[in-house]
Structure formats: C-alpha cells, structure tokens
C-alpha cells in the first residue's frame, strides 16, 4: 500500500490572516516523514488546490508563511512542503532528485484532501521550485495548470550560471554536468515536457541573476514546438524578487489565470 500524501501530523500554526488557517503538517513521502505547510481559507467550501513549491536549499528561501497565506486567501488550498532533511523532516534533501518526490507526495495530498475541489489542482514553483513544478506536471497528466515564476528549467544551464552554486551541485548530484551528464538530465525537465498536459505559465525578470530569463526563454520555445500551450509574462525592469505592488498585481494576476483553466 502506498502511503505517499498521507499526512500524520497536523498541528495549527499562527496564521497572520483571520480568514486562513495555517498548519504544520508531517506526510509520507518514499517512505519519509516529510514536514510541510498547509493554508486554507476558514470558509466551509470546496476550493481549487494549490501546490506551492519552494526555491533555494536548506535554510535559503525556506516556505514563508505571509506567502502562502497570501496564496490562500485568493481562494485556495495551499500545500508547501519543505522537502526531506528540512525543519525536521527525514531523509536528505537532494536539488530535484530524489526529493522530487515530497512534491508528488503533497500533489497526492491535495488529491485526497476534503477541502480540494476534485481534479482542480495547480502547480507554482518559484526559482528552484520551477524544476519541481515542471517534474510534477510530467508525473500527473491531472495537474490542471502550471506556473513558474523566475524558475530553473535547465540544470546544466544552472551549473553554468551559479558559479557560486557549483560546490553544493557537486555534492548533491555527484559531480559536474561534464562528469556525471546523465544526472543532470534526469534533473532538467526541457527534456520531458512532452509529457505536460496542462497550460504553463512563465513568469521572469529579465534582471534576473540568480536564475536567468534564458531558462523560461528555453522553456517557451520548446512548449511551443511541441504545440503545447504556455503564455510568458517577462518583466523587463525586474531581477529575482519583484518590487512589493507588483508582487502583489502579479499573484492577484496569476491566480486569475489559474482559476479560468
């Protein structure tokens, strides 16, 4: 019996909203105790699901509770996991390898979760996230609309740009992209997104340093090729982290689209 997306644990968390509930919640992932947040409106109801996954590594761009209470609060229940080896979860959390999957866990969360509106399920991955996002929707032909936002499309690519990245890369993959190319394969989802069923929506900076625009650039022209459907917003002026209004008008923006898939 396959217990992915099982949750185990729930415990309420402070909410900054009087309108949502947040939660700590502990799944099953592969076999791991994985931690996690949960969001949702107060309000009795069925809502749309919505799978936030985060960027960075360890303790770099944890989960923020503002965000995803944020999410929440346009009308969504919002899981976040943390991935394994994070704020006490088990295991060791890899850069979408293994723990690649804690994303299908929560997706299979969400499906079974009283509050989710059957077959109504979206994926957002921010920066690092975008990986597990587009792996997500590769897995589930069910995922009903992607989003990433300033997200990695390429790990090689990756392993190019992030000159500061390349130590912790060699470490979790096992060595360089010229070493070891197979394993960077496995993590870049270009190569798979034939297999995406949903609409994708790609958000950018053209600023962007961490994660250049060149990855949703990528991205877009290998969906259209494949005549998959996708829509870009690329902001000119922007880097990584958008100024606070527009980050607030994109949010408001992107889970308009969402909901009118």
Same mark, same amino acid.
């Given at each position: 019996m396959n217990n992915d997306g099982k949750i185990i644990d729930k415990k309420r968390f402070p909410s900054p909203s009087s309108k949502i509930d947040v939660y700590t919640i502990t799944y099953m992932s592969g076999g791991?105790?994985?931690?996690?947040?949960?969001?949702?409106?107060?309000?009795a109801g069925k809502y749309d699901?919505?799978?936030?996954?985060?960027?960075?590594?360890? *303790?770099?761009?944890?989960?923020?509770?503002?965000?995803?209470?944020?999410?929440a609060s346009e009308g969504f229940?919002?899981?976040a996991p943390f991935y394994r080896g994070n704020q006490g979860g088990e295991g060791n959390e890899d850069f979408a390898g293994d723990d690649r999957q804690d994303a299908f866990a929560a997706y299979q969360l969400l499906e079974r979760y009283e509050k989710v509106q059957a077959n109504r399920? @979206?994926?957002?991955?921010?920066?690092?996230? /975008?990986v597990m996002a587009l792996l997500t929707a590769i897995h589930f032909?069910?995922?009903l609309s992607v989003v990433c936002w300033g997200g990695v499309s390429d790990m090689h690519l990756t392993y190019e740009e992030r000159v500061d990245l390349r130590r912790m890369l060699k470490r979790v993959v /096992?060595?360089?992209? *010229?070493?070891?190319?197979?394993?960077?394969? $496995?993590?870049t989802p270009l190569y798979e997104v034939e297999k995406i069923k949903s609409p994708v929506l790609l958000i950018h900076g053209a600023k962007d340093e961490n994660v250049s625009i060149e990855h949703s650039i990528r991205l877009e022209k290998r969906l259209k090729e494949l005549e998959k459907r996708v829509e870009s917003w690329y902001f000119y002026e922007?880097? @990584?982290y958008f100024p606070p209004e527009q980050n607030r008008r994109t949010v408001?923006?992107?889970?308009? $689209?969402?909901?009118n898939q």
């Open positions: 791991l105790k994985v931690k996690g947040l949960l969001a949702e409106p107060k309000e699901g919505f799978l936030y996954l985060r960027g960075g590594i360890k *303790n770099v761009g944890q989960v923020r509770v503002a965000r995803i209470v944020q999410f229940v919002v899981m399920i @979206h994926v957002f991955g921010f920066s690092r996230g /975008g032909p069910t995922v /096992g060595g360089t992209p *010229n070493k070891v190319p197979e394993r960077y394969d $496995w993590r922007f880097t @990584h408001r923006r992107l889970t308009e $689209w969402m909901k």
